[in-house]
Structures are given as structure tokens and as C-alpha cells.
């Protein structure tokens, strides 16, 4: 079955850096879409970045601004997220997603905190 497995999150003060881990199973990962949402307290879950099959394309979310970037490892089932100089509003937990096979699959999601 599909399992998405995130990891990384932690405790990082303003201006500091994180970078999130998906480890994936249960599909062919090489050939598919694999994205990161987030969800704050009280807040829509909303989309940070996606990255196409092969990291053709990458798409952010207007909010990153050039702090984040998205990259996958096939070799690896892995998609990854690198955050730097990140601000207290980039508090929220974390989630992957993929949609395959006409559904959507998320992972458990990582808790990301910042503050001083």
C-alpha cells in the first residue's frame, strides 16, 4: 500500500533552517507528482511546493519567496524540502501528498516550529 513517511520537523529559531524528508513506498515513485502542503492552527491546509516526475518542474507557493526549495532523490523514494530563513508564520505541521490511481495520499506530517 501507499505509505508516505515524513521527517525533519523540530523546533528552529527565526532566520534558521530545516529540511523535511518524505520517504515513500507502495508506488512507483520515480513517475509521479510528490508535493508538500502545510496546515497552521486555525488555517486552510495550503500548498508550499510540487515537484513533477524527474524534477522537471517545480512550483511554489507565492509565500515562499525564494526560502524553500523542493528536490527528490528516485534512487532514494525520497522528496525533500529545504527551508532557510525561516519566520514564526512558517509554523504548521507539514504534510506530503501524491495522487495516484484517482486518489489522494498524505502522510502523517511533521510538526514545524518557529520561535524564538
Known amino acids: 500500500q501507499v505509505q508516505l513517511v515524513e521527517s525533519g520537523g523540530g523546533l528552529v529559531q527565526p532566520g534558521g533552517s530545516l529540511r523535511l524528508s518524505c520517504a515513500a513506498s507502495g508506488f512507483t515513485f520515480s513517475r509521479e507528482t510528490m508535493s508538500w502542503y502545510r496546515q497552521a492552527p486555525g488555517k486552510e491546509r495550503e500548498l508550499v511546493a510540487r515537484?513533477?516526475?524527474?524534477?522537471?518542474?517545480?512550483y511554489y507557493g507565492n509565500f515562499v519567496k525564494g526560502r524553500f526549495t523542493i528536490s527528490r532523490d528516485d534512487a532514494k523514494n525520497t522528496v525533500y524540502l529545504q527551508m532557510n530563513s525561516l519566520k514564526p508564520e512558517d509554523t504548521a505541521v507539514y504534510y506530503c501528498?501524491?495522487?495516484?490511481?484517482?486518489?489522494?495520499?498524505w502522510g502523517q506530517g511533521t510538526q514545524v516550529t518557529v520561535s524564538s
Open positions: 515537484v513533477t516526475s524527474a524534477g522537471t518542474h517545480t
Open positions: 501528498k501524491t495522487y495516484i490511481w484517482s486518489r489522494e495520499y
